[in-house]
């Protein structure tokens, strides 16, 4: 596996591979999770020659001011010596003077309909900062497919549209969520969690199951509206609260926009997710759900 730190060596090696590559953007700190997404790439890769091409950039612009930017694990010998495990063939590690070697004025801004729900209402100009770093690595990298995890549901579907309305010919995989063996999403802020959170922190994956069983119910008894889905929202929401957790949303919503589904929808048997965000003392985590 090749290391690379600059934009001109990564020109170079992505111009010698007989095939665009196909790209995993990370922002470090890996686990299994992210492995899987680089197994998924080096499948797709297949013979055709292209290069797996994973990223390791911890992006500032998708850090609000009272996030975690500065206490973001960098872990980069560590992850380079996974990644190679699993299958990657060149490393993409910028500094950020070399990706940002000056203010980025020119950014990507995401439809409001889209971007400002959800993890948007939580995180004012997140998906500007991801849509902004994601669209400059693609031009970098020039991919012929990207892997993101389902696990960052709301960033997969936001990233798809891009691509389809700048018309980037890039094929967007969605790679799915792994868990520990109790439930938990893997992600890099598990390892903020104390052991008692850890052990504690079960329980939002167990919540979205919670709904999920709650969802099939209703549906098979052919009761399933907006008030039922509110009220299974609110309990799961009031669950949280009387363990601790401060929650920010449990949301069910229509898997392919993320907007509310209509009583009509929910009765014929619209697609949904699940999707919840919750802080156990000072680490937020995500996860989502399909119904
Ligand atoms: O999912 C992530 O780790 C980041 O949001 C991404 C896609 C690498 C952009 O910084």
Redesign the pocket.
């Known amino acids: 596996m090749k290391l690379i730190h600059t934009i001109a060596d990564l020109r170079a090696a992505t111009a010698a591979a007989p095939a665009a590559p196909v790209f995993v953007?990370?922002?470090g700190n890996l686990h299994e999770g992210h492995l899987a997404l680089i197994r998924r790439a080096r499948e797709l890769a297949g013979d055709s020659g292209s290069p797996v091409v994973a990223s390791v950039?911890v992006?500032r612009l998708?850090f609000g001011p009272n996030e975690d930017f500065d206490t973001y694990p960098r872990t980069l010998e560590r992850d380079a010596e996974l990644l190679k495990g699993a299958g990657c063939d060149i490393l993409f590690a910028p500094s950020e003077a070399e990706l940002y070697p000056e203010p980025q004025g020119y950014k990507v801004v995401p439809p409001a309909e889209l971007a400002d729900i959800l993890e948007g209402a939580f995180r004012p100009g997140f998906f500007t900062g991801?849509c902004t770093?994601?669209h400059k690595l693609f031009n970098l990298v020039q991919p012929r497919a990207a892997v993101?995890g389902k696990k960052?549901y709301q960033?997969l579907m936001v990233i798809r549209n891009m691509v389809r309305q700048m018309g980037l010919p890039i094929e967007i995989v969605g790679g799915e969520t792994l868990r520990a063996e109790d439930g938990l999403a893997l992600s890099s802020r598990n390892g903020y969690l104390s052991a008692d959170e850890r052990a504690e922190a079960v329980q939002l994956s167990a919540a979205l199951r919670t709904v999920q069983a709650a969802v099939a119910e209703a549906r098979g008894a052919g009761r399933l509206d907006g008030t039922a889905v509110m009220a299974l929202e609110d309990a799961a929401m009031a669950s949280l609260r009387t363990r601790g957790w401060a929650p920010d949303y449990v949301l069910v919503r229509r898997q392919r926009d993320l907007l509310p589904a209509t009583d009509a929808e929910l009765v014929a048997g619209e697609p949904l997710v699940c999707l919840t965000a919750a802080k156990l003392g000072k680490t937020r985590l995500i996860d989502n759900l399909e119904l």
């Open positions: 953007p990370t922002m950039f992006n998708q991801v770093v994601v993101f960052d960033q």
